[in-house]
T-cell receptor, first 113, second 112 residues
């Protein structure tokens, strides 16, 4: 069984540009979560989807971040326009049952110059 | 404020030795506590999940303990191997919104 996959693995962009991160959860997992780890800090929750619906987006830092999960399969996280402080590693996770064991992807390392 | 604190920040031990990592939390109301292992460049991998009523849970050479009264947990690694080199992260979930609150992790290095 394939695990959670994320694309790209690395992205380097300039301040003001747009970047879209993609997450493919484990097949059949209705719950999908986005997390972020900025340099030197702990991992923090961004948002949670149940199928295509946003269940909890209280961790989204501001309106430059937009997450979607059309069709309830893969999800995208768009940052527009990117700022320097958006640099970090963005993790996606999925689970079959709400907040039960979550399976993480390898992360996307975003660098904003 | 919901917080998870871990100690030590980093630890170096020789292969074959045991070690214990600590976690203190102030998350309330408590739902469960998890330990994750994160290898460099990889996503976190779950080691154990413990609810309020569980004191100890093992996963191979990893044994986690939980004291819900003092809000402390530990992760004990027995007979360490080079592959145990990683960051170990304590994560607590609150009943109120089930969000995961992450510690900063302990970076463990196993030397041959």
């Amino acid at each position: 069984e394939a695990g959670v996959t994320q694309f790209p693995s690395h992205s380097v962009i300039e301040k003001g540009q747009t970047v879209t991160l993609r997450c493919d959860p484990i097949s059949g997992h209705d719950n999908l979560y986005w997390y972020r780890r900025v340099m030197g800090k702990e991992i923090k929750f961004l948002l949670h989807f149940v199928k295509e619906s946003k269940q909890d987006e209280s961790g989204m830092p501001n309106n430059r971040f937009l997450a979607e999960r059309t069709g309830g399969t893969y999800s995208t996280l768009k940052v527009q326009p990117a700022e320097l402080e958006d640099s970090g590693v963005y993790f996606c996770a999925s689970s079959q049952v709400l907040y039960n064991e979550q399976f993480f992807g390898p992360g996307t390392r975003l660098t904003v110059l | 404020k919901n917080q998870v604190e871990q100690s030590p920040q980093s630890l170096i031990i020789l292969e074959g030795k045991n070690c214990t990592l600590q976690c203190n939390y102030t998350v309330s109301p408590f739902s469960n506590l998890r330990w994750y292992k994160q290898d460099t460049g990889r996503g976190p991998v779950s080691l154990t999940i413990m609810t309020f009523s569980e004191n100890t849970k093992s996963n191979g050479r990893y044994t986690a303990t939980l004291d819900a009264d003092t809000k402390q947990s530990s992760l004990h690694i027995t007979a360490s191997q080079l592959s145990d080199s990683a960051s170990y992260i304590c994560v607590v979930s609150a009943n109120s919104n089930y969000q995961l609150i992450w510690g900063a992790g302990t970076k463990l290095i196993i030397k041959p």
